[in-house]
């Protein structure tokens, strides 16, 4: 059975494990393909697959009819706005994602965001490197407000991560659950009071038709003074490299692939499963 894998970063341990299991692996992770990657490029990567190891290009409608081999794409990541559902379950191909284990490099990334603003280390190691002895005074992180909007996997590790640091830890997200106030040590609120509190906004939502559009010309209009937006010049802006860690990309690569062989088995948790197809 011919395993193809589009993810970039795939180790060799987890490439040896497939094989180990009975697959043929073919690399394709090294063509730069993307999301937004149009079918006629990706097409001809995987058209005889018959399961994918994907990193973030695009399965639209059209493509997914043509795969007659692919019995599952697993997810290297937790996000799949960028494969249509609707055409996975018509044509019976199943989705897995590697849920639990890129929450946390995510929340670090979040918190390095964080600790960027709040002591701005750059600036005073350019001062020192222009031989500039300048203490500035910088406003920490301590006591200031980070508001989550979201309190899924992502949001509960950046709590995790936050509240040790002093900080206060509000959230927003469509069904709060009570315990998780104490739990986390955080409190619900409504989006508006949200905007209006925070010092630091994470949005740690899905891409849904719900959630797309969200952070609007009026949401950010009730943000508080000094908020940053990308067109300044002290915007921190990187790109999707949350979950670029040496440790999080071995351990996501074992999580897609064992995601693989047990769903082939009919042996896999159901909370990696996204889509239940009929194919085996």
């Given at each position: 059975?011919?395993?193809?894998?589009?993810?970039?970063?795939?180790?060799?341990?987890?490439?040896?494990?497939?094989?180990?299991?009975?697959?043929?692996?073919?690399?394709?992770?090294?063509?730069?393909?993307?999301?937004?990657?149009?079918?006629?490029?990706?097409?001809?990567?995987?058209?005889?697959?018959?399961?994918?190891?994907?990193?973030?290009?695009?399965?639209?409608?059209?493509?997914?009819?043509?795969?007659?081999?692919l019995k599952l794409i697993s997810r290297n990541g937790i996000g799949y706005d960028a494969i249509n559902?609707?055409?996975?379950?018509?044509?019976?191909?199943?989705?897995?994602?590697?849920?639990?284990?890129?929450?946390?490099?995510?929340?670090?990334?979040?918190?390095?965001?964080?600790?960027?603003f709040a002591r701005r280390v750059d600036l005073q190691s350019a001062d020192m490197h222009d031989h500039?002895?300048?203490?500035?005074?910088?406003?920490?992180?301590?006591?200031?407000?980070?508001?989550?909007?979201?309190?899924?996997?992502?949001?509960?590790?950046?709590?995790?991560?936050?509240?040790?640091?002093?900080?206060?830890?509000?959230?927003?997200?469509?069904?709060?659950?009570?315990?998780?106030?104490?739990?986390?040590?955080?409190?619900?609120?409504?989006?508006?009071?949200?905007?209006?509190?925070?010092?630091?906004?994470?949005?740690?939502?899905?891409?849904?038709?719900?959630?797309?559009?969200?952070?609007?010309?009026?949401?950010?209009?009730?943000?508080?003074?000094?908020?940053?937006?990308?067109?300044?010049?002290?915007?921190?802006?990187?790109?999707?490299?949350?979950?670029?860690?040496?440790?999080?990309?071995?351990?996501?690569?074992?999580?897609?692939?064992?995601?693989?062989?047990?769903?082939?088995?009919?042996?896999?948790?159901?909370?990696?499963?996204?889509?239940?197809?009929?194919?085996?």
């Amino acid at each position: 059975m011919e395993v193809v894998v589009t993810t970039k970063d795939f180790c060799e341990e987890a490439k040896h494990y497939l094989e180990s299991e009975g697959f043929e692996v073919v690399l394709r992770n090294r063509l730069g393909i993307g999301a937004g990657a149009p079918d006629d490029v990706l097409y001809p990567v995987v058209e005889d697959a018959n399961a994918i190891i994907a990193g973030t290009e695009t399965y639209r409608p059209e493509l997914l009819t043509r795969l007659s081999n692919l019995k599952l794409i697993s997810r290297n990541g937790i996000g799949y706005d960028a494969i249509n559902l609707d055409a996975l379950r018509k044509e019976g191909i199943g989705l897995t994602r590697t849920k639990g284990f890129v929450e946390g490099a995510v929340a670090e990334q979040v918190m390095a965001y964080i600790l960027y603003f709040a002591r701005r280390v750059d600036l005073q190691s350019a001062d020192m490197h222009d031989h500039s002895w300048n203490s500035r005074l910088m406003p920490g992180a301590k006591n200031r407000t980070l508001g989550l909007v979201g309190f899924g996997g992502i949001g509960t590790e950046v709590a995790k991560r936050a509240v040790p640091f002093g900080m206060k830890v509000i959230y927003f997200c469509r069904h709060p659950n009570p315990a998780d106030d104490a739990a986390y040590g955080v409190q619900s609120v409504s989006m508006e009071e949200l905007l209006k509190e925070s010092d630091y906004v994470v949005a740690a939502v899905p891409l849904t038709d719900q959630t797309f559009h969200l952070f609007n010309e009026e949401c950010i209009a009730q943000m508080k003074a000094g908020s940053v937006l990308t067109r300044y010049s002290n915007a921190l802006l990187t790109p999707h490299s949350a979950t670029s860690t040496a440790e999080n990309s071995k351990a996501t690569n074992f999580a897609a692939a064992n995601n693989l062989v047990n769903y082939l088995k009919k042996d896999i948790d159901a909370k990696y499963v996204v889509v239940q197809g009929t194919r085996y």
